[in-house]
């Protein structure tokens, strides 16, 4: 129970996907000008995380490491996380048109991004990991996304009403809101050591 | 060589159980039409007037979940488009221009002329028009949408298309007047 919590707190503060780890960079650029568009996307990428992070501890667990063919990793989770959101997708869209109105359109657009791949492979780096806790582990990097993209869609809400220096209008003033955010993340370091 | 046989082995197995997952999907998971469709349609007012430059209500809102403006609806007027905007999570736009120059119209019969002929009552999309074959027609003012579809049909042409006036819906500011026009000694300068 303490390792999970450990790893909850570890991934969501200490060792953020986005803000430490720098994974994830595009979507948390790219769709964070509306609140609203950045929770479903946090929504979404939460529930591909997870979805994500068990699919590739089975690969991983019960088809690499027995065949010994971890080098295989990239490819075959990169095909796991694919055919699972899709799988997940179809089933959504036919059982659920409220959900799916919600997740719908971020669902494709997640399934191909760094932050998927490297908290499989992250997960598949730590031979102590089971599947509860990698599961915990994509489920808190999730969580720590939509953490940060929601409070960075709220700054970049506000700061589209503020008066900035023409030169760092739009995209610029992200980047160094962005990288104070970072800075303000690097100040829990070392609040765990796993 | 066996380790390069088994890579490629595993990962055609692992390929081909994929594919066979997605086809199975794909085909027990089928969504028949668009719910997308289904929800704008149940949003648009079903007067079926075409003014929208659709047949219909229905072939409409497949062209707005296609990609089609909201804004082509003039039965629907202003609450559809902003309900459509909140559906869709887009920017609410004016009334389209060609559609929605004129302002809100009401269908008047004169009703000395109404020959009973009943042609226009089967022409109204949202039976708004009272009457019977050989009686007087009459037009209740609350229903019609002004989409002018009876006018056509009606054969010693009694059916006027009258400007409604304002009611709280309808109502906006007047325009301002053009910078100069304003204040009389600009325009002693601009002269």
Known sequence: MTELALI????????????????????????????????????ATTFVLTLAAMSCYL????????????????????LVIAVVVQFTEMVVHKTSPLLYRVLGIFLPLITTNCIVL??????????????????????????GFSLVLVLFAALRERIAIADVPLPFRGAAIGMITAGLMSLAFMGFAGLIKL | ?????????????????????????????????????????????????????????????????GGDKI??????????IQALADLLDVEVEPLDAVEGEKPQMVAFIREAECIGCTKC?????????????KQMHTVIASECTGCDLCVEPCPVDCIDMLPVGGNLQSWHWSQPLPPGQLIATDREHAA
């Open chain 1, 8 to 43: 909850l707190v570890g991934s969501i503060l200490v060792n953020n996907f986005v803000l430490v780890q720098f994974l994830g960079l595009c979507p948390f650029m790219g769709v964070s000008k509306r609140i609203e568009t950045a929770i479903g996307l946090s929504l």
């Open chain 1, 59 to 78: 690969i991983q667990q019960y088809l690499l490491k027995p065949l010994d063919l971890e080098f295989l990793r990239t490819i075959s989770f990169i």
């Open chain 1, 118 to 143: 490297g908290v499989a492979l992250l997960n598949a780096n730590k031979g102590e990991f089971t599947f509860i806790t990698a599961t915990a582990n994509g489920f808190a990097a999730g969580l």
């Open chain 2, 1 to 65: 060589m066996s380790m390069v046989l088994s890579a490629v082995l595993a990962l055609l197995v692992l390929c081909l159980i994929c594919g066979a997952i997605l086809g199975f999907a794909a085909v027990r998971f089928r969504v028949e039409g668009d719910p997308l469709a289904e929800q704008i349609n149940a949003l648009l007012p079903q007067t079926q007037c075409g003014q929208c430059g659709y047949p219909g209500c229905k072939p409409y809102s497949e062209a707005i979940a």
């Open chain 2, 71 to 80: 804004n082509k609806c003039p039965p629907g007027g202003e609450a559809t």
């Open chain 2, 121 to 133: 009552i089967q022409a109204c999309p949202v039976d708004a028009i009272l009457g019977a074959a």
